[in-house]
């Protein structure tokens, strides 16, 4: 608390009680940070008012008695009091000036209050302090002073000069107050404002800060600086399936990793969510962030031991570079979002730097959004079905339904056009429901034209897995069509990244595979599935990556992953279905290995459902052989 002192002659008192008095003859006027909190301004005022008012009082009719209370107040207050002669030399000091600096009375009765400058100024800055004092007779502020133990802290000093009735200067009065946990406070706030409470990086604010102090520092001496903004790939699906106490567990993990990537000088913030963001400064070209970007993603594809659950996580990125891509904080951000959709449009695991071309692709992205949410209504959209053949019994034994959009300007889009979009905005589990429930009912049309019972596979996204409805919406289907469950078999294909899912997600699986779906996990080999729980997990056939039938049998590297998978598989009894077979070279590699099923371009593209049923009459070995 600041002291502002009123120096008052007093003639009948001792000089150790003069003192005493004189140190304590005071208003107090600087504001408390928490007592001002709590009390209004009128009454704080009133009750200094009244403090002056009972001082005056006490000193005029009971002089011994204020001399007593006074010097009660100087031994017993928690300020630190330093009274010093006109020529500065100490002549007394209260516990709590002990107690706060260590220094005992005896220690510094005599010498000048120099010995507990923390040295952290100059003598400009005492210089200062005492043109103040010599002007005003009163100098307030925050300093940092030292310990006798040497160690430095914080206090809020208020030092007046003390006059007599000529006005000559008989003292200086100090009163010290010890700021060390106020400060510690302040910083904690601070650091709250502009940290992560999660992950410990800097937030949001901390970023827009720095990043528009990096382009002025750019600016001033011509380098560059690359913004790279990351977003981790399906994370949503970690939350959703794992919950969100494992969900912050991989955002802390990742983020430590994002620590260890960068220099020392490189801001590393959360914005939010699964969103990430760096700021490289002091760069003369863009490749050390493309170089940055390729260390990244190594790092967040490492496996994650959380628990129970082996967690394999990837980043897409995207990278703006200043001036080249813009001059302002806000461009430049937009420009590193717009090249990190792409990078996610691209596939995922991977980075992208912005071009100008990528703004109508992010314009095509917003449109694609607004005309899916009318595509249901307007019956723009249709299922294509695509082959699977057997090798051993040399037939067709069933058909991949795949979704198709027919707009009406664009034309015909496929789904990894419009699907992760879906996806990202919940219109996944409408499209969802109606795949299935269009899905069944062509199983129905053929199903009264006479047709065999065949398998239907249909893509499930892993939101349907995650409501848990996506029993229910068979079931319901089957029975609006008038289809009993034993004259269909339904396959369902889910992701390999639904390995990781939680105990909610196995149980809808194992209550499906009870009921009689079979389940596919498609595009087995581009994640990282655990071995060790494959065996455990309710997964009746592997889909083998197209990528490991690329070139085969050519690329050896290709041609070892695809016949382990192979072998892999059927040790463990399951179906092993090779897609994207284009080559009779392909062929010929799976039907050496023991494949079951093959699937693709050279055994039949995906067609309309007109088309699936002459196909299925010309070459189904008989399958509508009782309505010829």
């Given amino acids: 608390m600041a002291i502002v002192l009123v120096a008052l002659p007093y003639p009948c008192l001792t000089p150790e009680q003069a003192s005493a008095c004189t140190a304590w003859q005071a208003v107090q006027t600087k504001p408390m940070v928490l007592l001002a909190l709590a009390l209004p301004v009128a009454l704080l005022a009133a009750a200094l008012a009244w403090l002056v008012n009972r001082q005056q ?37 209260n516990p709590a000036f002990s107690e706060i600096t260590g220094f005992s009375l005896e220690e510094v009765v005599g010498r000048q209050p120099r010995f507990h400058r923390s040295g952290q100024y100059d003598e400009r800055f005492y210089e200062h302090i005492w043109s103040c004092i010599r002007k005003t007779d009163h100098w307030q502020g925050e300093i940092w002073n030292r310990r006798k133990n040497g160690e430095l802290f914080p206090a809020w000093e208020n030092v007046s000069s003390v006059r007599n009735s000529h006005g000559t200067i008989t003292h200086y009065v100090s009163l010290m107050s010890d700021i060390s946990a106020i400060k510690q406070v302040e910083e904690r706030l601070n650091h709250l404002a502009h940290h992560d409470p999660l992950t410990e990086l ?103 031991w959380l628990g129970e659950h082996e967690i394999a996580m990837s980043t897409s990125i995207g990278i703006a570079i200043y001036p080249d891509d813009a001059s302002e904080a806000d461009a430049l951000a937009q420009a590193a979002d717009t090249a990190m959709y792409r990078a996610k449009s691209h596939g995922r695991n991977s980075y992208e730097f912005f071009t100008p071309e990528m703004v109508t692709h992010s314009q095509w992205r917003l449109a694609i959004e607004s005309a899916l949410r009318h595509a249901l209504e307007q019956n723009e959209l249709s299922l294509y079905y695509q082959p699977l053949y057997n090798l051993n019994r040399r037939e067709i034994v069933g058909l991949e339904a795949l979704v198709r959009w027919h707009h009406p300007q664009w034309g015909l889009l496929l789904p990894d056009q419009f699907i992760e979009i879906a996806e990202e905005t919940g219109l996944i589990d409408g499209l969802g429901d109606w795949v299935i429930n269009t899905a069944c009912a062509q199983l129905a049309e053929w199903h ?36 009993e469950p034993s004259e269909v078999r339904f396959g369902l294909d889910i992701t390999e990244n639904m390995l990781q899912a939680g105990d909610d997600v196995l149980k809808t699986l194992r209550r499906l595979r009870a009921w009689g779906a079979n389940i596919t996990i498609d595009d087995f080999g581009s994640g990282y599935s655990s071995l060790r729980h494959l065996k455990d997990l309710p997964v009746d056939a592997l889909k083998i990556d197209p990528v490991f039938l690329k070139d085969i049998p050519f690329d050896t590297d290709n041609y070892a992953i695809a016949a382990a998978i192979i072998s892999m598989g059927q040790s463990l009894g399951m179906n092993i279905i090779a897609e994207g077979v284009e080559t009779t070279e392909q062929l010929a590699f799976l039907e050496l290995h023991g494949c079951d099923e093959v699937q693709g371009y050279l055994i039949g593209k995906p067609m309309p459902a007109e088309q699936a049923t002459r196909l299925m009459r010309d070459n189904g070995q008989g399958y509508f052989e009782h309505s010829r």
């Fill in 448 to 483: 009264r034209m006479g047709g065999k019972p065949l398998r239907l596979s249909v893509n499930v996204s892993g939101h349907q897995l995650i409501n848990g409805h996506l029993l229910e919406t068979l079931q319901s289907s089957l029975l609006v069509h008038e289809l």
């Fill in 202 to 304: 800097h937030n949001r604010l901390a970023y827009t800060s720095h990043l528009e102090s990096a382009l002025e520092r750019a600016k001033r001496h011509a380098t560059k600086v690359a913004l790279l903004l990351l977003d981790l790939d399906r994370f949503k699906h970690i939350n959703d399936t794992l919950g969100h106490a494992t969900g912050d567990l991989v955002l802390t993990t990742i983020a430590e990793r994002l620590r260890r990537c960068v220099r020392g000088e490189d801001m590393v913030a959360r914005l939010g969510g699964d969103e990430f963001t760096i700021v490289l400064e002091g760069i003369s070209h863009g490749e050390s962030a493309g170089t940055l970007a390729q260390k990244i993603t190594r790092t967040v594809n490492e496996p994650m």
């Fill in 57 to 93: 009082t006490l000193l005029q009719t009971h002089p011994e008695n204020y001399a007593q209370l006074a010097a009660t107040v100087f031994q017993s207050t928690q300020e630190a009091i330093l009274i010093t002669d006109r020529y500065l030399n100490i002549i007394t000091v």
